[in-house]
């Protein structure tokens, strides 16, 4: 994009016209600066109170994917309180990370059993201390 604009500059100035090169604002995490990561996890949590302004997604919202498709609260049953396993996370650089997370279940899953993963921004989630605070380390 910023090799079009420059393009666009050099082609309006050999008019004779005139152009601003304005970047667009920051809006929300998802379109912060910074390469993702991933990293493998296994641990438990649970859906905080304040989970419903996030949106549970397929991908991780920055990622190269370009159909990202997104599920209701209801749908997943999923609410606040609900003991979820975490066992991928992705990184960008910034405070939160997004957490690939499935329902918990006591019982053992076989590995042809489909389960539903869905994938949702660290602030949504009531992490263990022991968690926040490796994570913390990591950076």
């Known amino acids: 994009m910023f090799k ?14 005139f152009v601003s090169i304005t970047q667009a604002p920051v809006s929300n995490a ?32 920055n990622s190269n994917y370009k159909q990202i498709k997104t599920t209701s609260w209801k749908k997943s049953g999923l609410k606040a309180g609900t003991k979820i396993h975490v066992d991928l996370y992705a990184s960008q650089g910034l405070q939160f990370n ?17 389960v539903q993963k869905y994938w949702i921004y660290g602030q949504a989630l009531n992490l263990p201390k022991s968690v926040t605070n490796q994570l913390a380390l990591s950076y």
């Open 98 to 114: 997004w957490y690939r997370i499935t329902k918990f279940s006591a019982k053992k899953v076989t590995k042809h059993a489909k």
């Open 4 to 17: 079009k604009s420059i393009l666009l500059a050099v082609t309006a100035l050999s008019f004779g016209g």
């Open 30 to 61: 998802a379109s912060m600066p910074g390469s993702l990561s991933y990293h493998k996890a296994n641990f438990n949590a649970k859906i905080g109170t304040n989970y419903q302004p996030f949106k549970l997604t397929s991908h991780v919202p």
